[in-house]
C-alpha cells in the first residue's frame, strides 16, 4: 500500500500533463486497483494532499500533489512499475484526506 505507481495510460500523457497514479489497494476478486490522481500542478485547494520528496521512499522528480477527489480502479495488468512509496506516517494522513473530502 502507498505504492507510486504509473499506468500505461497515464506514462503515455506524463509529458503533457506530469500525472502519476497512486496505487491503494488491489481486489484480488479481479485484479482492480484503486488509485489516485497525482500532479505536479500545485493547486492547493480542499482536494489537495501535498507531498514532498521527504515524505516518499524515492524522491519524484518535482513537488507534487495527490488529487483526493480523483479516485478510480484501474486493472493490475495496466501499472507498468513502481514510482515509489510513501511513508507510512503520511499514507495515515492521506486516508484522512481522502475521507474528508466525501464527508
Known amino acids: 500500500m502507498g505504492a507510486l505507481s504509473a499506468c500505461r495510460q497515464g506514462w503515455k500523457n506524463q509529458s503533457k500533463t506530469s500525472n ?6 488491489i481486489n484480488v476478486l479481479d485484479n482492480d486497483m484503486l488509485i489516485a490522481q497525482i500532479t505536479s ?3 492547493g485547494d480542499k482536494f489537495s494532499f501535498q507531498i514532498r520528496n521527504s515524505d516518499l521512499e524515492i524522491p519524484l522528480p518535482k513537488e507534487s500533489e495527490i ?3 480523483k ?3 484501474i486493472r493490475k495488468q495496466l501499472i507498468i512499475g513502481k514510482l515509489s512509496s ?3 506516517s503520511k499514507q495515515r494522513d492521506l486516508y484522512k484526506k481522502i475521507c474528508s473530502v466525501f464527508d
Open 86 to 88: 510513501l511513508k507510512p
Open 20 to 25: 502519476y497514479y497512486q496505487q491503494r489497494y
Open 41 to 43: 500542478i500545485i493547486r
Open 67 to 69: 488529487r483526493c477527489n
Open 71 to 73: 479516485i478510480a480502479t
